[in-house]
């Protein structure tokens, strides 16, 4: 199974360097030199990583056959891909792999149905999971402990606790007329 580890940034320096978004609580593993990983776009990869280091705050690597700044800033935004046995888990109960959450359920804390995962999107500063409501329509529900307080990957279920209007309009509309009383 393919795990998205990480999304290239722009190009540091002259000598083939770039900066890394990780996406991975385990870079150490899945950003060490020698990792092979592919890409999205396939196009650009696969790439070997040459050599990784942490510079100001940020991860810098460099790929086998990647030598310039030229050839580096071509691969900005270009997404790394690791192979991944789909039975291993993070060490930390409280992650998950994307695989383990698209398709489980979805309620809220009351037990009512929302839908399903079909998607985790992974924004610089916030990661959402996309649920289809059984109507078609998709909701992003932000996936932070206060509105996601459970996963339960043995029942394949997510509880979420969705703040007013995250569902739809009309559960505003309860919540702000509860709020007024």
């Known amino acids: 199974m393919q795990l998205v580890v990480a999304r290239i940034g722009r190009a540091h320096g002259i000598k083939g360097e770039v900066t890394v978004e990780v996406r991975t609580d385990e870079p150490e593993l899945r950003l060490a030199p020698g990792a092979r990983l592919a890409t999205d776009p396939a196009s650009a990869g696969p790439l070997t990583i040459e050599t990784g280091r942490v510079h100001s705050g940020r991860l810098l690597l460099r790929f086998e056959g990647v030598k310039d700044r030229t050839a580096a800033e071509g691969l900005r935004n270009v997404l790394l891909i690791a192979e991944v046995d789909p039975d291993e888990a993070p060490e930390d109960p409280e992650e998950f792999y994307d695989?383990?959450?698209?398709?489980?359920?979805?309620?809220t804390v009351d037990g009512a149905e929302v839908g399903r995962i079909t998607e985790i999107s992974h924004l610089p500063y916030q990661d959402l999971l996309i649920v289809k409501r059984p109507d078609g329509?998709?909701?992003?529900?932000?996936?932070?402990?206060?509105?996601v307080p459970e996963i339960d990957l043995e029942a394949q279920r997510a509880v979420i606790d969705p703040p007013p209007g995250l569902l739809d309009d009309a559960q505003a509309e309860v919540a702000s007329s509860r709020d007024e009383s």
């Open 99 to 107: 695989h383990q959450l698209i398709d489980i359920d979805v309620v």
């Open 137 to 147: 329509q998709e909701i992003m529900v932000p996936f932070v402990s206060e509105i």
